[in-house]
């Protein structure tokens, strides 16, 4: 998921333009030193970048986990997916990511950054129910730029973003019957989004100017359904989720001025997902997954960027521990196609024409299992590439390692 900005203009003639912004873009924004914040390079169209929200386990398969079942395999994609879980679990995933951006007028850099996407807890109730409780990050839109000015008077301009679109979810599961599991979730959709611009100039006499974006939404909720149909090793799975349009804020504040806008909204967009796993030994399966998110130029207001249906293609491939010991092996592929389409490199905004961001990645992956099975440490390895120099104006290649502890009842026995 992916959310935007609003097309509001800034308030006065001394503050940052919608065509500053969208000349930020196509530049592709200069990141600070390794140690910042640091978001995508094409976040500043929006709220943030698309979200991974599941496990290491099954990032390292690509993000295929919309088939995952069994007494500890949990997805975060497909509610169905925690039926059949036998054990009090508590789930933690933490990633650290780092990034290196190539632009075509502002030359190279790179940065790091480091995040909790998901918390979750699972609990088996009695009649076979599950319940399932967890809080995860839909998109980051953390980032610090730091642009040299130089249309008038010289300046510095730096650009801060905080916040992005958050999820809290309660999950309900049951096995069916022989073949079938179903889940539901409810998620309540949180989270705000903050910019500021502030500008510097050399000279002593002039004052510093700052200037802030605030976007705040209703806290409001939505709905996940999803089936599995298990049949031996075989295991074919979908969601859906149902759309969810929230009454949106936008404050602008610079020195002496302050607007206020109400009559926009946010849509969270309707989606699904659907896929399999198919074992190919005792000990080896091979998974795929496609998702789709449909956002579209209704999705909210904006003349910075445009939208399309977010796509996400994944595949994977897993060889599970002998009973003698070792290590499984997990490897991914993932193709995504970002929702933003983006003002192309020298457009000040979608008129001049946009251009789409696609993402290729490819991962890897362990984990050790505790004796009861019921907990685990995993660990996925992920590289891979977005954005196109000739058409954005920027190309980006990242690298993230993702690790999650899951800890159970049965684990401190």
């Known amino acids: 998921m992916r959310h935007r900005r609003c097309s509001a203009r800034r308030p006065t ?25 640091a978001n995508s390079v094409f976040s500043l169209g929006g709220l943030g970048e698309p979200a991974l929200e599941e496990n290491a386990r099954i990032r390292a398969l690509g993000g295929a986990g919309v088939a995952e ?27 650290a990511g780092r990034r ?42 953390e980032f610090h730029v730091d642009r040299a000015e130089s249309a008038g008077t010289a300046s510095l301009l730096r650009i801060e973003g905080t916040g992005g679109i958050n999820f809290a979810r309660v999950t309900l599961a049951r096995r069916m019957f022989r073949h079938l599991r179903a889940g539901v979730d409810f998620e309540v959709v949180g989270g705000s989004y903050r910019e500021e611009w502030r500008r510097v100039f050399p000279n002593p006499s002039l004052t510093q100017s700052r200037d802030t974006l605030e976007v705040d939404w209703d806290r409001l909720g939505r709905w996940r359904f999803g089936l599995q149909y298990v049949r031996g090793g075989f295991v074919l799975g979908g969601a859906y989720e149902t759309a969810r349009r929230l009454p949106t804020t936008y404050q602008q504040r610079t020195a002496g001025s302050r607007v206020k806008t109400t009559d926009h909204s946010l849509e969270i967009p309707s989606g699904y997902a659907a896929g399999f796993s198919i074992p190919l030994s005792s000990r080896g399966r091979f998974v795929g997954q496609y998702r789709r998110q449909s956002w579209d130029d209704q999705s909210l207001e904006s003349d910075l960027v445009d939208f399309r249906a977010m796509e996400r293609y994944s595949v994977g491939f897993e060889r599970t521990a002998g009973e003698g010991g070792g290590l499984p092996i997990r490897l991914g592929g993932t193709y995504l196609k970002w ?20 993402e290729w990645a490819v991962s890897i992956g362990t984990g050790i299992l505790t004796p009861d ?9 992920e590289g891979g590439t977005r954005g196109s120099e000739s058409d954005l104006g920027a190309s980006e290649t990242f690298f993230r390692a993702t690790v999650t502890v899951r800890v159970s009842d049965e684990t401190w026995k």
């Not at 951006?101 to 502002?106: C, F, G, R």
């Open 13 to 37: 003639a001394a503050t940052p333009t919608a065509a500053h912004i969208a000349l930020v873009l196509s530049a592709a924004l200069v990141l600070i030193a390794p140690a910042a914040r």
């Open 69 to 95: 079942r069994g007494p500890s395999a949990f997805s975060l994609v497909n509610p169905a997916s925690i039926a059949e879980a036998r054990f009090l679990s508590l789930e933690a995933t933490m990633l």
């Open 100 to 141: 290196s951006i190539s632009t075509v007028d502002y030359g190279s850099e790179s940065g790091s950054e480091a995040s909790f996407p998901s918390v979750r807890l699972v609990v088996r109730l009695p009649g076979g129910t599950v319940l399932g409780g967890s809080y995860l990050t839909g998109t980051n839109a």
């Open 339 to 358: 929702p933003d389409l983006l003002p192309r490199a020298g457009a000040v905004d979608v008129s001049g024409g946009v251009a789409p961001v696609d």
């Open 373 to 381: 099975r019921g907990g685990a440490f995993d660990l996925s390895l």
